[in-house]
């Protein structure tokens, strides 16, 4: 069963079991009469779509704008499932017509998005207030935009509330971990790191996945093999501060899957022949897969702890392989992120969009687009993508990235490509047919 175009009077997801019927009244308890990275960069100027659901994209940019690991990810799953469930069945308003209906999901997306922001992020209350004022001033008065109101207000405090004990907030993500004795092939801290992030990620509660170790990839590479062989000498070559690398290939080394998807979501944002609910069917299944995909994610690495390859190079006289030599100088191109290797998390990522694009848009970009973005050096990088570049293209690149970075073995790169890309499978299939994930 393909996913459906929304209308006013259609769920956000179709519903064909029991078990989800009763999801969706759960999730939207209380609600009369209806059933997720990098830092963010900046929002586009508002008023640039032709709905709200792309104005509050912008401003849920503009609040998770945070480089903690799940920070982002938690925010941007709970503001477009509050969304989803204030789009649910239309309330009693007499005689609706298409503009009523345009309305109705406006203020009611509107005023989910901010219900949940407002409570995640209290700090920016009166930001995000004035924005709501003024995404509601815009709207013509009446029956719809009142109700929407209301649907969006109660859908934004029942996901907050189904979500209040999710165990994903930053102290529970970023729980003590102290690494396991010295050992080849272990990880243990690289340098300039005391504290790990991420160890308790896989303590918390998925959306749709049911274990944090149900995708759990078989373990790396042994030391010893070619395939390790090859990879480290890889890595060595093409990832440290001196290097091989091409122009290019520094370029990529700071890509992330954000810089790069960020403007195809504003394209199908602002493509005013999408309705709004299939926008933010988009917006919940990338949400809601990027969350689970980064809660398996960190399961694989915590219980592999597999060691970085700044690691592996300066220790490679300790590996038991007569042909790998250590370089005590060697230094990763891109500062080596603190937490396990093995497998990475950049390409789960960028396999999850491959696939949630794949499902909504097709298999390649419908547009030409470009993503900029800033090496540690200061220069700004365009990478522009033509019209029909698939998107696992941009899976590969991010592949290539992590290996110019210095930060990843390239199996590592190509294991969490394989892990992102089985999440979001199961993920859209579960969404497909009709589960609503709380």
């Given amino acids: 069963m393909a996913m459906t175009t929304g209308s006013a009077g259609s769920p956000l997801f179709p519903l064909s079991a029991g078990i989800s019927r009763r999801r969706l009244l759960i999730a939207t308890a209380g609600v009369t009469g209806v ?41 941007w799953a709970m503001s477009w499932l509050a969304a989803g469930a204030a789009l649910g069945p239309w309330r009693a308003v ?22 949940v922001l407002k409570a995640l992020v209290p700090e920016q209350a009166a930001r995000l207030d004035t924005a709501l004022a003024g995404s509601l001033a815009g709207l013509p008065g009446g029956a719809a ?66 274990r944090a170790d149900r995708f759990r990839p078989p373990r790396p590479p042994a030391l010893g093999t070619d395939e390790y062989r090859r990879d480290l000498a890889e890595v060595r070559r093409l990832g440290g501060q001196v290097s091989e690398r091409t122009e290019e290939q520094s370029d990529l080394a700071w890509l992330n899957p954000l810089a790069q998807y960020l403007p195809v979501f504003r394209s199908v944002l602002g493509d005013p022949t999408r309705s709004r609910a299939d926008k933010v069917r ?53 500062p080596t992120p ?19 694009f794949s499902r909504f848009v097709g298999p390649s970009s419908p547009v030409t687009f470009s993503a900029t973005y800033t090496r540690g050096d200061g220069k700004v990088v365009h990478r522009e993508y033509r019209r029909g570049t698939p998107w696992t293209a941009l899976t590969r690149e991010n592949v290539d990235s992590r290996v110019y970075a210095g930060v990843h073995f390239r ?9 992102g890309r089985r999440v979001a499978y199961h993920n859209l299939r579960r969404l497909t047919l009709g589960d609503f994930p709380l």
Avoid: C
């Fill in 35 to 75: 059933a997720l990275l990098p830092a963010l960069p900046r929002p586009a100027a508002a008023g640039s779509t032709p709905d709200l659901v792309g104005r509050w994209f912008d401003e849920m940019l503009a609040t998770a704008a945070s480089p903690a690991i799940g920070y982002v990810e938690r925010i």
């Fill in 145 to 210: 935009k009142e109700v929407g109101i209301v649907a969006g207000r109660e859908a934004a405090a029942a996901v907050v509330r189904a979500r209040a004990d999710d165990r994903l907030d930053p102290a529970s993500v970023n729980a003590p971990f102290t690494p396991p004795p010295e050992a080849p092939g272990v990880y243990r801290f690289t340098p300039g790191v005391t504290r790990v992030v991420g160890a308790g990620y896989s303590r918390g509660r998925p959306f749709l996945i049911q």
């Fill in 282 to 334: 988009l917006l919940v299944a990338f949400g809601v897969t990027v969350v689970d995909s980064g809660i398996a994610l960190f399961e694989a690495k915590y219980f592999h702890l597999h060691w970085r390859p700044i690691t592996a190079i300066r220790a490679a006289d300790t590996d038991g392989d007569p042909l790998t030599d250590p370089d005590p100088t060697w230094a990763s191109n891109l």
């Fill in 338 to 356: 603190a937490h396990p290797e093995y497998p990475s998390g950049h390409t789960v990522t960028a396999a999850v969009a491959e696939q949630v």
């Fill in 411 to 419: 199996f590592s790169d190509e294991v969490g490509a394989t892990l």
């Fill in 94 to 115: 007499p005689q609706r017509s298409g503009e009523q209906s345009a309305v109705y999901e406006d203020a009611a997306v509107a005023t989910a998005v901010h219900g």
